[in-house]
């Protein structure tokens, strides 16, 4: 986006001033000090050119993107019950790859 576009969009930006601060700040259950009210004109001032920005992006044609979990399911195998010997077999494989083992599981060193 050139800075021209930037520029337009920043002074398009609402000024709030500190009574309408004060009431977000109300609104959004945050106790606010006099001193961080005048902080955050500019910061919100920030924050809604960014909305402005993004509300400026044109979307027509573009599909949307609901979930993630909606794509994978494209490329995943079916879910289906595996015999024991496969459990077993795949453990066997993972285990293998463990430094150290304990009754089957993997020995890590303490955290804390």
Known sequence: MGASVNQDLKSTTL???TERISKL???SRLKLEDHEIESFGPQIDS???HVAELQS???EGVEPFLSPVSKMAEGTREDRPRSNE???EGARKVGACAPQQ???AFVVPPVL
């Open 86 to 88: 496969a459990l077993r």
């Open 57 to 59: 992006v044109v979307v």
């Open 102 to 104: 304990l009754e089957g």
């Open 47 to 49: 924050i809604l050119g």
């Open 25 to 27: 700040a109300l609104m």
């Open 15 to 17: 000024q709030l001033g």
